[in-house]
């Protein structure tokens, strides 16, 4: 059994364990992250949603640290933690089951069409053609952050969250990104 099969293994039958457990938000990634820069940050966000307890789920893709960084989070945090093969099928299962997705850096125009044509909230750099979400005037369907800042990255990612955990403005989130045509 590879690494990446038996991470599947523990993820899923700690998910099956733990499912009388408060739900908490599952946040995927799907694509890699280009620059050494982001790739850093990214990885920096990726031990943080950890440490703040959410389930992650990534695709194995990007460079070599990228990938080094994914395998040493799979080894501390084997019960939330998941890294999948980079097939389609597993592109597709992290957008069939994730709350939320995150991008380190702006993604490809057909990848981020395909976040939104399966209604999974981004969590992404600005300037990508969506809005950030504003809590007070109910508007936006995405969280944004200024690229390149580790505190800006993780901030979108407990905003999501924070609404992840009302209901109300989840769904609004949700119906609005609905309602994008991208």
Known sequence: ???IQKST???NYQIKKNKNLPKVIHIGAVSSVKSRENSAIYCQALEAMCELGFRVSVIAEGNSETQECCF???????????????LDT????????????IFAENPAKKVLAEV???????????????????LKNET????TFKEG???????????AN????????????????EMRVF
Do not use: C
Not at 72 to 86: D, H, I, R
């Open 90 to 101: 597993n592109k597709q299962k992290i957008l069939n089951n994730a709350d939320a997705v």
């Open 149 to 159: 800042s580790i505190w800006l990255f993780v901030s979108a990612i407990v905003r």
């Open 162 to 177: 924070e609404s992840f955990k009302f209901p109300y403005d989840w769904k609004t989130i949700k119906h609005n990104l």
């Open 9 to 11: 293994a523990n993820y």
């Open 116 to 134: 939104v044509a399966n209604n999974v909230v981004p969590i992404l750099p600005e300037g990508n053609g969506l809005n950030d979400f504003d």
């Open 72 to 86: 040493k989070l799979l080894e501390k945090y084997p019960e939330q933690f998941e890294v999948l093969e980079s």
């Open 140 to 143: 936006g369907e995405a969280f």
């Open 1 to 3: 059994m590879t690494t």
